[in-house]
């Protein structure tokens, strides 16, 4: 009877020790999610809180979109999509028939206008010329005064003795009279021409044939007329990558109708939608990495922040929200951080526009501004492209007035 309840004894102490085991895995399971929270808080204290990271982030660049300056049909096109193109390199021909009719018009024009001009000046010398005539006439008409004076002072001495008679002293008067009207009509003459000589010269005075306004006037269709055969080729204004080509040969198009756009790799951007509670300790001049999904993490690039932006996405969106009606749920704002990147790291590996990319700004330094002070001092993005069409039509103008201006257009 004594050895079944020896052996009943040690039935608790096994039964215990499940329970133990219990415990201890779940100290253990505590005492791991203790560890794991101590070593989140140490890398958010430690590092996490001078890093702002957002992986709403996407590259951004100039969309260049080629568009025609003057209307007409397209004859050929000589660059299609993802093609590199230089600056300057055509990418469409239209039709320039009717324009370089109205060149040939306009150049014309020019040289009428300039012959014209030329004709004013040859007439200053002319009515100078016909001054000197008149006044060479007054001259002559005063001595016929004066003779014919003194043959009446004579005849009307004689009258008296018989010695003349009074048919004679009336002819003799009659010559005063007509020496005295031709008098008059030569110092008419006189005023009559230089009065002609000075409403020429209001036509030709402190100006050249060139600086006519006569010849600028037709100067201006010319150069008018030489833009409108030149616009006709359309020019590449940037080295880039040719996108969203929509031009078809034979196509009619007008004056600013898109028909492709040029994309310039080497000058891109990122911008990265950061919320709002993030700005805090953002600052231009801050480091930032970012990696792109189309290469992944093992391709890093250093970028910097460039500026930030005015507003939010909402504030320019096309239809914003109308937060003053209805329900409102607050929504945390997103504001676009434009981020510089290295134009080695874009050689060598290059991004396209609107692709993916995660960011994480480093903003230990808190010694820059949130905001620019001023505007940058010059063109962020220019091209030369069309000087070269001023600069052509100048020279024809030049041209068209030398050819046609004599010694006096030279």
């Known amino acids: 009877m004594n050895a079944p309840a020896n052996s009943a004894t040690p039935a608790p102490a096994q039964a215990a020790t499940p329970t133990n085991s219990k415990r201890a895995k779940a100290l ?39 568009t025609p300056q003057v209307g007409g049909t397209v004859t050929a096109i000589f660059a299609d999509d993802t093609d590199f193109v230089k600056a300057g390199q055509p990418l469409v021909q239209l039709d320039p028939a009717d324009a370089k009719v109205a060149m040939d018009q306009a150049e014309a024009n020019l040289a009428q206008a300039v012959r014209q001009v030329r004709t004013l000046y040859a007439n200053n010398t002319s009515l100078g010329a016909q001054i000197a005539v008149r006044e060479s006439d007054i001259a002559r008409a005063k001595t016929d005064l004066a003779r014919a004076t003194d043959d009446l002072n004579r005849r009307q001495s004689l009258v008296g003795n018989g010695a003349v008679s009074k048919e004679e002293l009336g002819h ?25 000589l000075n409403s020429n010269q209001t036509l030709t005075e402190g100006t050249r044939i060139d600086s006519h306004p006569s010849v600028m006037a037709a100067a201006a269709k010319v150069r008018e007329a030489y833009l409108a055969v030149h616009r006709a080729a359309l020019p590449a204004p940037v080295d880039g990558y040719v996108a969203k080509r929509t031009v078809q040969l034979g196509q009619r198009v007008g004056a600013g109708a898109p028909l492709m756009s040029i994309i310039p790799l080497n000058q891109l951007w990122v911008d990265a939608n950061f919320k709002e509670v993030q700005l805090r300790n953002i600052r231009i001049g801050q480091p930032v990495l970012l990696t792109a999904d189309v290469y992944g993490k093992k391709m890093e690039y250093k970028g910097t922040v460039s500026g930030l932006g005015a507003g939010t996405g909402a504030a320019f969106a096309l239809l914003p929200a109308q937060n003053a009606t209805g329900n409102w749920i607050k929504v945390v704002q997103r504001v676009p951080v434009r981020i510089a990147l290295d134009a080695q790291q874009l050689l060598q590996n290059p991004l396209r526009v609107g692709l993916s990319m995660e960011a994480t700004v480093d903003v230990s330094d808190q010694s820059g501004k949130s905001l620019s002070e001023a505007a940058h001092p010059a063109s962020a993005v220019q091209t030369e492209v069309y000087a070269a069409m001023d600069k052509g039509a100048s020279e024809a103008v030049q041209k068209i007035i030398a050819a046609n201006g004599g010694a006096r257009g030279k």
Do not use: C, M, P
């Not at 890398?43 to 951004?60: F, K, P, S």
């Not at 009509?185 to 009065?195: D, I, L, M, P, S």
């Open 172 to 196: 003799a008067q009659s010559q005063v009279a007509a020496a005295q009207n031709a008098l008059a009509a030569a110092q008419a003459g006189v005023t009559a021409a230089r009065e002609q």
């Open 28 to 66: 253990k399971g505590v005492a791991l999610v203790v560890l794991l929270g101590l070593a989140y808080g140490g890398y958010e204290w430690y590092l996490g809180r001078h890093e702002e990271a957002t992986d709403n982030a996407y590259v951004q660049g100039n969309v260049v979109q080629i």
